[in-house]
């Protein structure tokens, strides 16, 4: 709480009393350490591939270019930090559109189960270098719902490369579509993963934060995916929640308005 004493003068008296003023700054305060806790992670997060780039670009010009095997090399690991750096703008760029509210949402009728054989198809690649199952689950008789299918599609998208990120070749991914009675539309992924720590899971849906942050960039990770999928599912007025068990896998669910509903609003 903040305290402002501010005296009262009358000119004939003089002081003749104090207004105090109590103000509570938590939220303020909270926002800002949270800010500047942002800005330090992109310089962070911007700066640990630039260096990189920068001692290899040094490295081919100090000799290594003599050597046709390590330029290429070298090369390969310039392209790779420049890659992820634009990944990283990229999903920034995502969420700053999504925090100004400026992302509008193009709302269409959308059968589930194409959507999900979809997403399937696009990592099909993927699951078939990491040996991993895909299976998809859509509930009889589902109704189109109504949402941003791109919108939605990058959810899935982010869902589902953690979901292979994160799971052991051999193991496998579901994917699940379902109306509850109030046809609130659930949509959930469900791997068999290296799973999540208890202490880290609060946490996992803030900006930048991950379980080991070596590893995630190893595999290219931003540490943005979840945050963006969280902003897409708010924006749709959904929810978003994620169950973990450590070595056993994660069930990452979110929620979609009541399907009757979103017919009302078209
Ligand atoms: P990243 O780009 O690092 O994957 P995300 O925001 O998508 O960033 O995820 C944040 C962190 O949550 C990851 O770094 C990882 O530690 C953890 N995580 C996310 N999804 C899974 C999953 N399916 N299995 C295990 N850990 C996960």
Redesign the pocket.
Known sequence: VRVTFTPIHRREFGITGTIAVLQDVTEQEKLEASRREFVANVSHELRTPLTTIKSYTEALDDGALEDPPLASRFVSVIQNETERMIRLVTDLLHLSRLDNKEALLRKQPTDLLDMLEDVADRFSFQMRQKDIHCGILVQQGMPKALFDRDQIDQVLD??V???L???QAGGSVTMEARMAEDHVLTISLQ?T????PKK?LDR??ERF?????A???N???????????REIVYAHGGTIS?Q?ELGQ??R?TFTLPPVEAQEVAK
């Open positions: 982010n869902l490369s953690n979901a990120k994160y799971t791997d993963g290296i799973g999540i880290d996992i849906f934060y991950r379980v080991d942050k590893r995630s960039r595999m290219g990770g931003t540490g943005l995916g979840l945050s963006i999928a994620l973990s896998g994660t990452v």
